[in-house]
């Protein structure tokens, strides 16, 4: 079965500290990817970072950064220097062959000033 | 700007009444989908198509119907709303047969079914 996981329902971060957001996958498949989605109060999803299976080195786009464990299948999202406009729901996600994409139930970041 | 255009972004429908809502991408996407998200539940597939004339149910299609005509339009029609539809509805579209590359998503539709 192919699956995402967020255990963190809510999360508090004080501005400029880093927070991990976690995120754990299944699937038997060799071959996917995995994204993580920002979604601000104002609605809109925002992609942020992606990792494939096959990558080496984790992923990172500017302040975030995936830390990818493929054996333990993890792929937590690391922000670094909270900013208060990181306040937002966090979508982690998985695409697998047959285009089809898996999504966790989400997290919720509140930055703290 | 190239993208996904959802229309309406918002709407207040009266039980049993039906109504489209709107999905355009410009970016020759093969791939889209219809979602809807629910506090606590994440997102939904409703439905997706991985090219014109194509379609397939996902998770929630009940009260659902979608069809795809050409690449870049893909409407999702409400036969009969009803107030469990109430919900966020998001379209998203992207490339077909490649797991690098994510959604690009629709802004929204907020739906209330009263």
């Known amino acids: 079965a192919q699956k995402i996981t967020q255990t963190q329902p809510g999360m508090f971060v004080q501005e400029k500290e880093a927070v991990t957001l976690d995120c754990t996958y299944d699937?038997?498949?060799?071959?996917?990817?995995l994204f993580w989605y920002k979604q601000p109060s104002s609605g809109e999803m925002i992609f942020l970072i992606y990792?494939?299976?096959?990558?080496?080195q984790n992923a990172t786009e500017g302040r975030y950064s995936l830390n990818f464990q493929k054996a333990r299948k993890s792929a937590n999202l690391v922000i670094s220097a909270s900013q208060l406009g990181d306040s937002a729901m966090y979508f982690c996600a998985m695409r697998v062959i047959g285009n089809q994409f898996y999504f966790g139930t989400g997290t919720s970041l509140t930055v703290i000033p | 700007n190239a993208g996904v255009t959802q229309t309406p972004k918002f709407q207040v429908l009266k039980t049993g009444q039906s109504m489209t809502l709107q999905c355009a991408q410009d970016m020759n996407h093969e791939y889209m989908s219809w979602y809807r998200q629910d506090p606590g539940m994440g997102l939904r597939l409703i439905h997706y198509s991985v090219g014109a004339g194509i379609t397939d149910q996902g998770e929630v299609p009940n009260g659902y119907n979608v069809s795809r005509s050409t690449t870049e339009d893909f409407p999702l029609r409400l036969l009969s709303a009803a107030p469990s539809q109430t919900s966020v509805y998001f379209c998203?579209?992207?490339?077909?047969?490649?797991?690098?590359?994510?959604?690009?998503f629709g802004s929204g539709t907020r739906l209330t079914v009263v």
């Open positions: 699937t038997s498949d060799q071959s996917y990817g």
């Open positions: 998203a579209s992207s490339y077909s047969g490649t797991l690098n590359y994510g959604y690009t």
């Open positions: 990792q494939g299976s096959y990558d080496e």
